[in-house]
C-alpha cells in the first residue's frame, strides 16, 4: 500500500507542474495564432495597397497610350502601329482594372490558382526573371570593377586628383594596385 499512496503522491506533482506548463504551451499556441493572423492581415492589407496603386498607374499607361494611338491615326502614317498600341492600351487598362477592384487575398488565390494550372509557365517566368537579374549584376559588378580599377590606378600613379568626379564612388581610398581590394 505504501507504494500506491507514494505513487499517487508522485502523480499529484506530475500533475501539479504539468498543469502550469500545459496552460503556458496554449497561451503560447494562442499567442502564436494571433501573431499569425495579424501577419496575415497586414501582409493581405500591403498587397491591396499596392495592387490599387499598380492598377492606377497601368490605367495612366493606358491612356497615355491611347492618346499614342489617336495622335498615329491622327498623321495618318502608322495605321497599323496606331492599332497595336490601341490594343496593349486596351490589355493594360483591363489589367489596371482587375488590379484596382481586386483584393489582396483574392489577387493571392488567383496567382496561385494560375500557378497550380500552369506550373511550366510560372517555372519559365522564374527562370526568365533569373536570367535577366543576373546579366543586370554581371553588367552592373563589370561598370563597377571598371570605374574601381581606373580610381586604383589614379590614386596610385598621381592621376586625376584635380578630377574629383572620376574619383568619387570608385571606392579606392587610397588602395594600391595588385593589393586584390
Excluded: C
Excluded at 517555372?123 to 543576373?134: H, K, Q, R, T
Amino acid at each position: 500500500m505504501t507504494n500506491t499512496a507514494s505513487e499517487t503522491g508522485r502523480e499529484g506533482l506530475v500533475g501539479e507542474t504539468a498543469s502550469p506548463m500545459g496552460d503556458a504551451a496554449a497561451t503560447a499556441q494562442q499567442k502564436a495564432s494571433e501573431l499569425k493572423e495579424q501577419g496575415r492581415s497586414k501582409l493581405s492589407e500591403t498587397l491591396d495597397e499596392r495592387t490599387t496603386q499598380a492598377g492606377g498607374q497601368a490605367r495612366q499607361m493606358a491612356q497615355a497610350l491611347r492618346r499614342s494611338g489617336e495622335q498615329l491615326r491622327e498623321q495618318g502614317e502608322a495605321q497599323q502601329v496606331a492599332g497595336m498600341t490601341e490594343g496593349a492600351a486596351e490589355r493594360i487598362e483591363r489589367v489596371g482594372g482587375y488590379l484596382e477592384q481586386t483584393s489582396g487575398d483574392e489577387f493571392l488565390r488567383d496567382a496561385e490558382d494560375f500557378a497550380r494550372r500552369r506550373p511550366w509557365m510560372v517555372a519559365g517566368l522564374g527562370l526568365m526573371v533569373g536570367l535577366a537579374a543576373s546579366r543586370f549584376l554581371k553588367a552592373s559588378s563589370e561598370r563597377r570593377y571598371d570605374s574601381s580599377a581606373r580610381g586604383r590606378y589614379r590614386s596610385t600613379y598621381g592621376y586625376g586628383y584635380s578630377d574629383a568626379s572620376a574619383d568619387v564612388g570608385s571606392g579606392s581610398h587610397g588602395r594600391e594596385l595588385g593589393t586584390g581590394g
